[in-house]
Every structure is written in structure tokens, then in C-alpha cells.
């Protein structure tokens, strides 16, 4: 996935973005300067419950 991603966006013109994460891929890192993308595993994902995290804020909970 990351690959494909990382080729799509030299594709696009967007240059060459920094990555971190590739060598275990558990959570990648793709930092394009104006967007950054998170690619996890799934059991990874479930791990660390982000989206309860950013319910919680969005709820108005502590940060």
C-alpha cells in the first residue's frame, strides 16, 4: 500500500515525500509537507484505538 502510494504521488507531481516505518510497516508514515498519511496494519489499528481518541476530543475530552 505504501508503495503504491508513494508511486501515485510521484505520478501526481507531488514529489517525493519522507517516510518512516517502512522496514517493520506496523504504522508507516508518509509526511508529503502538506498532508500526512498514517497506514497501519489492522491489528495495529486496533491497538492503539484512534478513533476513541479522537472521539474523546472531538467530545470536548482532554487532549
Not at 518512516?20 to 509526511?31: M, Q, S, T
Not at 486496533?46 to 476530543?57: G, H, Q, R, S, V
Request: charge should be negative; hydrophobic fraction near 40%; proline fraction near 5%.
Amino acid at each position: 500500500m505504501t508503495a503504491r502510494l508513494l508511486r501515485d504521488l510521484k505520478d501526481g507531481g507531488f514529489g517525493t515525500p519522507k517516510v518512516e516505518g517502512v522496514p517493520a510497516c506496523d504504522w508507516v508514515l508518509v509526511d508529503t509537507g502538506d498532508v500526512i498519511v498514517h497506514i497501519f496494519r489492522p491489528e495495529v489499528r486496533d491497538f492503539y484505538n484512534l478513533e476513541k481518541m479522537w472521539n474523546a476530543i472531538a467530545d470536548g475530552g482532554e487532549r
